[in-house]
């Protein structure tokens, strides 16, 4: 073999790990930054959920009692306003 000639078979053995270890190493990398992605898509899940349940479920309360207060003591014929800045209510509407 010359000085320059390389050996085939130790080029065939580099060429093999080569191909063996590259997309190991590409998997690896795209595992742990899949990992972290899913970590902290799971963290602003339960954000969200620990945020908008309540809160969700605090305006929906809301909404049916502002629903039954107009359907029941809302006077009929009245504007958007409960109480008219000009007319205050009497002491008799208040204790109602």
């Known amino acids: 073999m010359k000085r ?3 050996d085939p078979l130790l080029r065939r053995i580099v ?3 080569l191909v063996a270890v590259i ?3 590409l998997a690896y990398v795209v595992s742990v ?3 972290r992605r899913r970590e902290e898509l799971t963290y ?3 954000q969200i959920e620990k945020l908008y349940g309540p809160r969700y479920a605090l305006t929906q309360a809301n909404d049916v009692a502002w629903e039954r207060f107009v359907s029941a003591d809302w006077p009929v014929g009245k504007g958007r ?3 008219d800045p000009m007319r205050p209510p009497t ?3 208040v204790d109602k």
């Open 15 to 17: 060429s093999g790990v």
């Open 91 to 93: 002491i008799e509407q």
């Open 81 to 83: 306003y409960f109480f």
């Open 23 to 25: 997309p190991a190493t």
């Open 44 to 46: 602003v899940n339960s």
């Open 33 to 35: 930054v899949d990992g």
């Open 4 to 6: 320059g000639e390389k």
